[in-house]
C-alpha cells in the first residue's frame, strides 16, 4: 500500500513530462537538455509593420492536429518500474489513450485519459484506477486546459481542484518525448513525476 500511496500522490499518464527546485522522478534528458514550458502561440504574435498593435492578426487556435504526433505506443521507465502509454490520432474530435505502470510483472495503476476539442479549447480528462477498474479520484476525472502547443512542447494547466496541476510533453525527436506531471501540494514542493518515452515499434505480422 505504501507505493501504490506514493505514486497516487505524484503520478502524471499519462508523461509523459526541471529547472525548478523539485523532487524529481525517472529519466531526465541528457543532450538534448530538460523540458521547457514554451510560449503560447497568442504570445509569438509579432506586431504590425506599422507598429499599431490593434491590427495584429491572430494566431492560429490550437487544434488536436497539434498532438498529432503523439498516436502509438511508447515506453519509459520511473525508477525500476515500466511505463507504457498508448496514444490514438486524433478522430471526431478526440484522442484517446492508456497508461499502465508495472514493477516485477505486477501492474501498480492503470490511466486511462481522453484529449478533446471542445468549444472553449482543448481539454485533458484523466484518471487513475487499480488493474480491476476501481477509480481512484472518487469525484470524478481531473481536467487540465490546454495553455500552449507548438509542434515541440505542449502544456496543460489545471487551475481547479485536483492533480496534477500541469501536465507538459516535451518532443525531443520523432521517436522520443518526455512527460512531466506537477503535483502542487498546500504546504512543501512541487512534487515533479518525469518520464522520458520511446516510440514502440510495431512488430510484424507472424508469417504461417
Do not use: C
Amino acid at each position: 500500500m505504501k507505493i501504490l500511496q506514493i505514486i497516487r500522490f505524484k503520478l502524471v499518464s499519462l508523461a509523459l513530462l526541471a529547472a525548478i527546485p523539485a523532487v524529481t522522478l525517472g529519466q531526465r534528458p541528457t543532450s538534448s537538455g530538460g523540458p521547457s514550458v514554451l510560449p503560447s502561440r497568442s504570445d509569438s504574435a509579432a506586431p504590425s509593420e506599422s507598429g499599431d498593435d490593434s491590427t495584429t492578426v491572430p494566431p492560429p487556435k490550437a487544434t488536436l492536429a497539434d498532438l498529432a504526433w503523439l498516436a502509438g505506443r511508447w515506453q519509459g521507465s520511473w525508477g525500476p518500474r515500466v511505463a507504457q502509454q498508448v496514444w490514438t490520432a486524433p478522430k471526431a474530435g478526440v484522442m484517446m489513450g492508456t497508461f499502465q505502470l508495472a514493477e516485477n510483472d505486477k501492474t501498480l495503476v492503470l490511466e486511462l485519459f481522453t484529449v478533446v476539442e471542445e468549444p472553449g479549447g482543448i481539454k485533458f480528462h484523466l484518471r487513475h484506477f487499480t488493474p480491476s477498474l476501481v477509480a481512484w479520484e472518487k469525484p470524478g476525472p481531473t481536467v487540465l486546459n490546454l495553455s500552449s502547443a507548438d509542434p515541440k512542447s505542449v502544456t496543460f494547466e489545471n487551475s481547479t481542484d485536483g492533480q496534477p496541476k500541469r501536465a507538459i510533453f516535451t518532443r525531443v525527436d520523432a521517436d522520443t518525448y518526455i512527460s512531466r506531471s506537477e503535483v502542487v501540494p498546500e504546504k512543501g514542493q512541487v512534487q515533479v513525476t518525469e518520464i522520458t518515452y520511446r516510440r514502440q515499434k510495431e512488430a510484424p505480422p507472424a508469417r504461417h
